[in-house]
């Protein structure tokens, strides 16, 4: 259900937190200081108000900030998908992606693998 998949769920901002960092474990090249990802309410509030006005929009970068500037990726499905999925979808722009250089052919997109 909807409500399972809450990101205001315990289980489901770890689930979220664990599967970023699990794809970031993942690049290549490896990074020799990949940061961890952790929860954020700030960042989660930010994102709930913006996803609140159903925009398929980013926001404004001064709408992002918490401490630091945040990043952003959205996504729109009109069927349930878990956060698994959606961050896997996200991470499977790297196909279009090469380190130092960026799009691997004109216009392919990447920006969404490149915030995870």
Not at 6 to 25: G, P
Not at 59 to 68: A, D, E, F, K, Q
Not at 85 to 105: I, R
Request: with cysteine.
């Amino acid at each position: 259900t909807l409500s399972a998949l809450s990101s205001n769920r315990a289980e489901q901002q770890k689930l979220i937190v664990d599967r970023h960092n699990a794809l970031r474990r993942g690049v290549k090249p490896t990074a020799s200081n990949m940061m961890k990802v952790e929860w954020s309410p700030p960042a989660a509030e930010n994102a709930q108000n913006w996803a609140n006005r159903c925009t398929l929009r980013h926001s404004p970068p001064n709408l992002r900030r918490t401490n630091v500037l945040c990043g952003e990726n959205l996504f729109m499905c009109s069927a349930l998908f878990s956060w698994s999925d959606v961050l896997q979808a996200w991470y499977n722009e790297e196909k279009n992606f090469k380190y130092g250089t960026g799009a691997k052919t004109k216009g392919a997109m990447f920006g969404h693998y490149t915030q995870v």
